[in-house]
């Protein structure tokens, strides 16, 4: 009798163990169905440039408001993460915020957000801007293009290069905009304000940049580099196209750049961002400069998700604008479909 109760206590037992085992069998096949699935869609690295509410020509200024929906959109269908875990198995498509160029409205807007949401952000900062009261020359060509003189019907850019005339009184200020910055962007940083300063004369007008578009401070970056969702890449000294530039002036703005924010920061940099990121904006002597400089990822602006298989120098991303809950949803939801690089 009571071998065989101990038996049946046994059986019970065994039996109870085996359905736990299944039941668990079945949770992970779920949960790799859902981690393989999520690997397909790859990781989606989303490209910011500022938070606040000011005026924009170029369309890349997010509101608070609209930032805040979108990283709640991110924690609702996304894994947040960061580039060193961008490839990690993960239930949901992993979701990696990044922001370009070293605006302070991304300490002051933007990084209470993100602490308050639990979502981690990569800044990428123009080390040689750091301070800068002339700010970033596109924002001076808005400001010089709005103020523009009704008798000013083109902007003339003379340079080491030569004469160029670019005519203006497009349907629009944006396509003006974008004219005038095909013909600045091969141009190196100096000589493109020296061309600004030269219109704004010619013109009798201003190009100050506006107030809100102001760049970090030193000790702004400092803030900015304690925060503890905050990781900083680098962007180059002073955000230059660099396939326009010599070998050997890339490599120099590129180390120049992370040699300097290490020394501000305290902490060693691992990730880089190129200036513009387009596929005119980099070259292979510039990836070959970024692998030389110690940079484990750089990402670029190439519409895409990352893969296990992208190279991790030539790491895509989507540009963010200024869009409303529901847009940003729709899109997250596109490219999260997204199964080809």
Not at 50 to 73: K, Y
Request: glycine share 8%; aromatic share 6%.
């Amino acid at each position: 009798m009571d071998r065989c109760r101990r038996s049946g206590i046994t059986i019970l037992q065994q039996t109870l163990l085996d359905s736990i085992a299944s039941l668990h069998a079945l949770d992970l096949r779920e949960l790799g169905a859902e981690a393989r699935g999520a690997m397909r869609s790859g990781t989606i690295i989303l490209c910011y440039h500022r938070v606040g509410e000011g005026e924009d020509p170029f369309h890349l200024v997010v509101s608070p408001e609209n930032f805040a929906a979108h990283l709640d959109e991110i924690n609702r269908h996304c894994e947040p993460s960061t580039l060193e875990d961008r490839d990690l198995p993960s239930r949901r498509p992993r979701a990696v915020v990044t922001f370009d160029d070293g605006y302070v409205d991304n300490l002051t807007e933007a990084v209470p957000i993100a602490e308050a949401k639990g979502v981690p952000i990569t800044v990428y900062v123009t080390s040689g801007m750091l301070g800068d009261k002339q700010g970033f020359w596109w924002d001076r060509l808005g400001t010089l293009l709005r103020n523009r003189p009704p008798a000013a019907r083109e902007i003339r850019i003379d340079s080491a290069g030569g004469s160029q005339r670019v005519e203006l009184g497009a349907s629009s200020l944006g396509e003006d905009l974008t004219a005038v910055r095909r013909h600045l962007l091969p141009l190196p940083v100096a000589e493109i304000h020296r061309v600004l300063d030269g219109v704004a004369e010619e013109w009798g007008t201003s190009a100050e940049p506006p107030p809100d578009a102001r760049t970090l401070t030193p000790s702004e970056f400092g803030e900015l580099a304690r925060s503890s969702v905050v990781t900083i890449g680098a962007h180059t000294t002073d955000h230059v196209r660099l396939r326009d530039r010599p070998p050997a002036e890339q490599g120099q703005t590129i180390l120049d750049s992370k040699d300097e924010l290490e020394r501000l920061s305290g902490r060693a940099l691992s990730h880089f961002a190129y200036p513009f990121g387009g596929l005119d904006s980099f070259d292979d002597a510039t990836v070959d400069a970024v692998r030389r400089s110690g940079f484990d990822t750089a990402c670029t602006t190439i519409a895409a998700n990352a893969r296990a298989t992208s190279d991790p120098h030539r790491l895509p991303r989507r540009l963010v604008m200024n869009w409303s809950r529901l847009r940003f949803r729709v899109s997250l939801e596109r490219w999260k479909l997204v199964t080809r690089h």
